[in-house]
């Protein structure tokens, strides 16, 4: 089935897109900046009581930062060389939180020289660093989350505690000389199950509850972490209800007065406003008789489409060629077997798609910059133009 242009962009935003790409050479992704102010509107709008904290990681464009700095976000940051970054383009310190849990003492001295007070933790030797290197600072616990079957990009597991060991590591905080100010969790990028969220703040509140009575810690931070949706093939509900759904839990389990509220989108934010504009390089099939056509691309998984692995993330795929579809595979230009994005989710282009034309690859403006490698095969990186 051909995609609509029209379910991803407004019409007169990919209007202007489709111009500038038709001045460029391929790859590269092109980004409309007005999307992701209205992406991140619409996030207050429907979280009024939070405060949000961008994960730089989806893309950490200085287009992009100076356009949330200006609009009030703060940032959620995972290396030294985020926070540089962030920091250059006039952010202050008190708007920054370090949220990687894996990371060197010398990386939490850094933070914390730059001013940095608000840490993420899921172990009691980062807990040891961290009130070592950065003391009397505010911490808060990663918990571990159900849902990475209905997340597109899980990310629990890796990352995260127990329930038990949070408690265990924000009493020992408070022993460190560290601030326990609350707990996080993420529930998996692009999660489509909203109720895996209900499961997630129930678990919160227990340790809320449960270190206030036992232990007199009155925990203030609730981090609801991403896994807001973008608009990929597989559909989700609307970010409104999301939003509806999420403040029901939270009321639920807190009543009205609600402890500090944190989300921590990445791609919710970005991911809508980016076009991947790609050119087919070969069209070929494997035999005389093979029904299927593999598209080879000059963009593939190591120039920004990461994601694909597994065939996690379905970006939806616009061509201006019309004509019969049929079933292909669609592949990267390197000379690595595992440079495939499509081969069983069941892709259609027209039959008579051929060399040169291109391929839009919607909603890619996250994950595909950042993610893109710098010279496999000497491919340079994954170009980024932000209008
Ligand atoms: C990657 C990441 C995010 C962003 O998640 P999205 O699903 O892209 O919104 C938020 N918080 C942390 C700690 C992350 O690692």
Request: charged letters at 25%; proline letters at 4%; one cysteine or more.
């Amino acid at each position: 089935m051909q995609i609509q242009v029209e379910d991803y962009y407004p019409k007169e935003t990919f209007n202007r897109m489709k111009a500038f790409a038709d001045e460029h050479e391929t790859p590269f992704v092109v980004i409309d900046t007005k999307m992701i102010e209205d992406a991140y509107d619409d996030l207050v709008e429907g979280f009024p009581f939070a405060k949000i904290y961008y994960a730089v990681k989806a893309n950490p464009a200085v287009e992009i930062i100076d356009l949330l700095r200006d609009r009030g976000s703060n940032f959620d940051i995972a290396s030294i060389y985020e926070l540089d970054r962030v920091l250059s383009r006039g952010v202050s310190p008190d708007r920054i939180s370090y949220g990687n849990t894996i990371k060197k003492a010398k990386d939490i001295r850094y933070f914390y020289d730059k001013g940095v007070r608000l840490f993420a933790t899921d172990s009691e030797a980062d807990l040891r660093n961290i009130a070592k290197t950065a003391p009397g600072s505010r911490v808060y616990v990663r918990i571990l989350t159900e849902g990475s079957a209905t997340a597109d990009w899980p990310l629990s597991r890796k990352f995260g505690c127990q329930t038990d060991m949070a408690m265990d590591i924000l009493i020992l905080a408070r022993q460190l000389g560290l601030v326990p100010y609350g707990v996080s969790f993420h529930v998996g990028s692009q999660q489509r199950d909203i109720g895996v969220w209900d499961a997630a703040i129930g678990k919160v509140k227990v340790i809320f509850e449960r270190l206030k009575e036992e232990d007199g810690i009155e925990l203030k931070l609730i981090n609801l972490g991403g896994g807001f949706p973008a608009n990929y093939i597989t559909r989700t509900n609307e970010l409104e209800v999301y939003a509806q759904e999420i403040t029901r839990f939270l009321q639920e389990d807190f009543g009205d007065s609600l402890p500090e509220i944190i989300l921590e989108p990445g791609r919710s934010l970005v991911s809508n406003s980016g076009v991947l504009v790609s050119e087919v390089v070969l069209v070929s099939r494997k035999s005389r008789t093979a029904v299927e056509r593999w598209v080879y691309t000059d963009v593939g998984k190591f120039s920004g489409l990461i994601e694909t692995m597994d065939e996690s993330i379905k970006y939806p795929i616009w061509t201006e060629k019309r004509g019969e579809l049929e079933e292909v595979v669609i592949a990267g230009p390197t000379c690595d077997s595992a440079d495939i994005m499509y081969e069983h989710s069941k892709y259609e282009l027209p039959l008579n798609l051929a060399t040169g034309d291109r391929l839009y690859w919607m909603s890619t403006g996250a994950y595909t910059t950042s993610y893109s490698s710098i010279e496999f095969n000497g491919f340079p990186p994954l170009k980024a133009y932000y209008l």
